[in-house]
């Protein structure tokens, strides 16, 4: 059972473009979600997606950035016209879609992360 | 969510058992207690978590006390490669469009020494 796969691993964009980093779930996973890294900072939560949904958008910042999470496909986050600012390390959760399994819990399980380095 | 209080960091000697403690003394009575660990800057790894008994899995025990203030994570046999950060998050279960994102703090920065 393949893991959250996350591509690119590695993104380099000048100040101004577009970057686009992807997020394939675990198999039978229907949540997904996106983490910051800032560079010696904490993880911090953007957003949740249920497919074709944006449930909880909370930690996104109000402009330039977008994510969605199709039908079909996997998951993107979209980060227009970057700033230096928006070099971090961006990661991927997957968890199940489940009613009442286990007690209720979910467990999130983590990509391996998109460096971005803005020049 | 409930908010966690570690140690920033902790030392342990290659093959004993490394106990990392966490307070959250205002956890409420549908909050469950999750510990990841990030390895150097990949992807946080899920742990182990559990509500209110003390749980056991291939990589670790969570020791759970009875009030449900505090918890310990357990690594067994601590090995170099469990040199990370770990998190102690407590959180409600996820359940439909009633959000479910993970909240980490500092977590405690654990250094296992040969």
């Known amino acids: 059972n393949a893991g959250v796969m996350q591509n690119p691993r590695h993104l380099v964009r000048r100040r101004g473009q577009e970057a686009r980093l992807r997020c394939s779930p675990m198999k039978g996973h229907s949540h997904v979600y996106w983490y910051r890294q800032l560079p010696e900072e904490g993880l911090k939560f953007m957003v949740y997606?249920?497919?074709?949904?944006?449930?909880?958008e909370s930690g996104m910042p109000k402009e330039r950035f977008s994510a969605e999470f199709p039908k079909e496909g996997p998951s993107i986050l979209r980060i227009q016209q970057v700033v230096r600012g928006d070099s971090a390390a961006y990661f991927c959760?997957?968890?199940?879609?489940?009613?009442?399994?286990?007690?209720?819990?979910?467990?999130?399980?983590f990509g391996p992360g998109t460096r971005l380095t803005v020049l | 969510d409930a908010k966690t209080t570690q140690p920033p960091s902790m030392d342990c000697a290659e093959g004993r058992a490394a106990n990392l403690p966490c307070n959250h003394s205002t956890i409420s009575g549908n909050e469950y207690v999750y510990w990841y660990r990030q390895i150097h800057s990949q992807g946080p790894q899920y742990i182990i978590h559990?509500?209110?008994n003390n749980e056991t899995n291939e990589m670790a025990s969570l020791i759970i006390t009875e009030d449900r203030k505090s918890s310990t994570l357990i690594l067994p046999h601590a090995t170099l490669r469990d040199t990370a950060v770990y998190y102690c998050i407590v959180r409600v279960p996820q359940f439909y469009n009633q959000g479910g994102k993970l909240i980490f703090g500092q977590g405690t920065e654990l250094s296992v020494k040969p």
């Open positions: 997606l249920q497919k074709e949904n944006i449930i909880d």
């Open positions: 959760a997957s968890s199940l879609n489940q009613g009442v399994l286990k007690g209720g819990t979910d467990t999130q399980y």
């Open positions: 559990g509500l209110k």
